[in-house]
């Protein structure tokens, strides 16, 4: 029985999906009786008619996508929807550029536009726009953590920016599209045009009216550890929750949103660090790293809450009984006490091993309740620091190769199932020892990032790569293909 839900036969699936409607509109355009035109300006025309279909699609890919991110994980989503961005970019970046025809007023007698490019005024400078803005709207995006403005207004302009593109995009495809203003593709334009709208609603408007109907209330926050909250939460059945329960998988996230549900723009990811057999009580514990966290602590009770979730893929399958090692560092220690507290609450019997990796002592999350878990349950837990105090007993360094070797036999290290949450740079190295030096396969690796990096290239994140390459490849493949046709 596989350990995790890692699907990779969806993730192929989807993949052949995504390629083959990206490819629909070149399909399209191909069935139309045109005259042939010279190589490159149909392979202009093709790679801006799968780049629009891209840009439209990353709509739905930068969505909520509950039951997908519960399979192939919300880090893989958000990680194909950066990638295909800047492929998109690229075939749009060259799409002015490869034309050979003259562009213009098209001569009257130039029906189908094969000798000459009409370009009227407005499609024209529409086309500009939308050229100029996708460029910024990448380009923001990749410098995003030195823009000197919170995460929420680059949120905000981000998915202002996109939609702004997309309607000058549709205008400029639809109007001076050769192959686009045939009415079936222009109608399936300005379908896809509404679907791209309707997933930024849906983020936007329908799950914040959704929220509105489930609200919560701080319960209580108390002080984990160095600059690190527990905050807890539990319905709030005077403001009109139904009292019914918010259903997740231990190792899930959330969405946090305080105050009111709907027109706030500042809203969170948190791991919910409580079993799901906590309820009515769904506890999130987290460490102050900007403008919203550094703030957690001074949270009071009774503060309005509201949470959209539960996502992620960091679970476990149930009554999997191979050997479990959980490396955690920091505050990556939440989702992996989500698991603990619900194979403790479930009374599993599987044998658990946690590495939980810090600066110091002072930032050990959850020790006494780890120390009274050992003695209820099959648990070892390491705790490893890389400035330990004086007389520390436990480990130092870092969770590095050496320390697992010498913590775990080979046969553990090779029938175990793993799961990571930490710092990206910590989450890459360890993948890199697991899958190079251990041989485990990358199927029995489970990670959980909190920060979506476009440039991540170690560890299991190499399988998305190759994932997202071979998209492209087939896409570039289908514009070759249609502009020798
Ligand atoms: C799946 C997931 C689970 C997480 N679980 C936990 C957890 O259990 N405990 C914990 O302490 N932290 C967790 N985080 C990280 C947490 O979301 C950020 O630390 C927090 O949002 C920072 O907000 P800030 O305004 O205080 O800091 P800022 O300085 O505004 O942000 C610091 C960085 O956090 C990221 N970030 C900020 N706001 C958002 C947002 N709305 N959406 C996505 N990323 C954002 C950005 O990369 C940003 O550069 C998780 C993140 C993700 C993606």
Known sequence: MRAFRSDAGLAVVLLAGY????????????????????FRDDLSSGLALVAFAMLLAEFVL?????????????????????????????FILIHPFLYSLPMGVAPYADVDRSTWLALATWPAITG???????????????????????????????????????????????????????????????????????????????IPVLQSRRPLRVAEVRREAERTWTVELEPDRERGHPGIAFPFR??????????RPIGRITEHPFSISSAPGSWPRIALTIKEAGDFTDHIGELAPGTPAYLDGPYGNFTLVPGDRRPLVLLAGGVGMA??????????????????????????????????????????????????????PPQ????????????????LPEDARRDAQWAVC????????????????????????????????????????????????????????????????
């Open 19 to 38: 390629v083959a409607l990206m490819l629909l509109p070149l399909a399209l355009a191909a069935l139309q009786d045109r005259d042939p035109r010279p």
């Open 62 to 90: 930068s969505g909520r996508h509950r039951g997908l991110s519960a399979r192939v994980g919300m880090d893989s989503i958000m990680r194909f929807h950066q990638f295909m961005a800047h492929v998109l970019v690229a």
């Open 128 to 206: 500009t726009l939308a050229w100029l803005g996708l460029f910024m709207l990448v380009f923001l995006a990749a410098v995003r953590d030195q823009l000197p403005y919170r995460y929420e207004v680059w949120r905000a302009g981000h998915a202002l920016g996109a939609l702004a593109v997309a309607v000058l995009a549709w205008h400029h495809t639809v109007w001076a599209g050769r192959y686009s203003n045939d009415p079936v593709l222009a109608a399936i334009w300005s379908l896809a045009l509404a679907a791209a709208v309707i997933a930024l609603l849906h983020v936007h408007l329908v």
């Open 250 to 259: 231990a190792g899930q996230f959330v969405w946090l949103k305080l105050g």
């Open 335 to 388: 989702p992996v006490m989500s698991l603990l507290r619900d194979l403790r609450d479930r009374g599993e019997s599987r044998s658990v091993q946690v590495f939980q990796a810090n600066r110091h002592a002072g930032q050990i999350l959850y020790r006494e309740e780890l120390e009274a878990m050992q003695e209820a349950m099959d648990l070892r837990v390491h705790h490893v620091l890389q400035e330990p």
């Open 392 to 407: 520390w007993q436990g480990e130092t360094g870092l969770i590095a190769a050496e320390l697992l070797r010498a913590r």
């Open 422 to 485: 930490g710092p990206p740079a910590m989450i890459d190295a360890v993948e890199t020892v697991l899958l190079r030096d251990f041989r485990v396969p990358a199927g029995a690796i489970l990670s959980e990032r909190f920060y979506y990096r476009f440039g991540d290239a170690a560890g299991t994140a190499r399988r998305f790569l190759w994932a997202a390459g071979t998209a492209t490849l087939g896409l570039l493949a289908g514009a070759l293909w249609f502009a020798m046709r």
